[in-house]
């Protein structure tokens, strides 16, 4: 059996879709998939041991310059290596209509999505062969599990969701290395950061334990900020500009994650990685970290200066 599988954005997103693809393989033997995803994120389904092939899409990029012909001949090819296949299934896990009508709909299969009542967007189901209905006051992971579960015919697991990604990175991680953490200060929204001066203090707080504290950022904006939040701390390190396999491999390795709400905290969990996630204004009953040691931290009100240092300092003594 080979199923499609359209996940196309986000990174968290991408990453809560892994789940259902290992209990898929776990309930119907010999099955594979291939899996259409925006350009940006084309690494992450490869790693899961059920996928064959990665369509990249271009979406976001297409849309800016829909009509020009660069931009035409590379929806021609998408649509030609889109199409080479007839799948036994296609399962638009997105829910959107620029999902559903520019990708689902040509695609060769009995295409599958949520109903318009589950659906995020609810004229996507008006180009699904099979509605289902989708309980959507779960997690986005059972979420995705169920709707892969109703579309191929078998009992979703009530055991946790394995992701299946771990073991690429995590055997390959060196055990003598001096142990550190992770800092995930970057994230979309302002109204999602936690303040840098906190960051700081915190840093400053751990000074006693010697651990090294790894930071991270991918745009120029990001890279001022680190610079700030590290400043006079020599036990803080600035890594270089990396690609998302190589950010994997530094997370799989850490001792310990704290992070807001970003798509690399959901990485993190797919990781296995003892990981604190500030939370302020979304709500991480529905899109929190999802897995083993999974920590979380909620804002009051959705403030997120309203989450002291201190509290996220006691929480990670906890983990370490």
């Known amino acids: 059996m080979h199923v499609l599988i359209i996940k196309m954005s986000s990174m968290g997103d991408i990453i809560n879709t892994l789940p259902a693809l290992t209990d898929a393989m776990q309930a119907i033997p010999g099955i594979r998939f291939d899996w259409v995803v925006e350009e940006n994120f084309v690494q992450i389904p490869s790693w899961h041991p059920g996928v064959d092939k990665v369509l990249p ?38 829910g959107l209509v620029k999902s559903a009508a520019l990708v689902t709909r040509l695609a ?32 986005a992971v059972e979420r995705q599990r169920e709707l892969c579960a109703k579309s191929l015919g078998y009992e979703k697991s009530p055991m946790k969701g394995n992701y299946a990604i771990a073991a690429h990175f995590l055997q390959n991680i060196p055990h003598d290395s001096a ?30 334990t010697k651990v090294c ?17 590290a400043e006079g701390f020599d036990y803080v390190e600035i890594l270089p500009q990396l690609t ?9 390795g850490a001792k310990a994650v704290v992070s807001v709400d ?3 905290s959901h990485l993190a969990a797919a990781l296995d990685r003892p990981n604190i996630t500030l939370y302020g204004p979304t709500d991480p009953k529905l899109i929190g970290s999802y897995g083993q040691n999974q920590h979380i931290i909620k804002a009051n009100k959705g403030n997120m200066a309203a989450i002291g240092a201190n509290e996220v300092l006691a929480k990670l003594k906890e983990l370490l």
């Open 57 to 94: 899409v271009a979406i976001r990029r297409w849309r800016k310059h829909w009509f020009g012909s660069k931009q035409h001949e590379e929806r021609v090819r998408f649509k030609c290596n889109l199409q080479s296949r007839q799948y036994d299934a296609v399962i638009d896990t997105q």
């Open 108 to 139: 060769r299969g009995v295409k599958h999505g949520q109903d318009s009542s589950s659906a995020c967007e609810p004229f996507a189901s008006w180009w699904y062969d099979k509605c289902h209905e989708i309980n959507k006051q779960q997690h």
């Open 179 to 208: 142990p550190y953490l992770v800092f995930l200060h970057a994230t979309t929204r302002d109204n999602k950061h936690w303040p840098a001066s906190y960051w700081r203090e915190l840093i400053s707080l751990l000074q006693p």
């Open 213 to 229: 504290i790894k930071l991270l950022w991918s745009s120029e904006h990001e890279y001022q900020r680190v610079h700030w939040i």
């Open 244 to 252: 998302l396999k190589e950010v994997a491999y530094v997370l799989g």
């Open 262 to 264: 970003t798509g690399l």
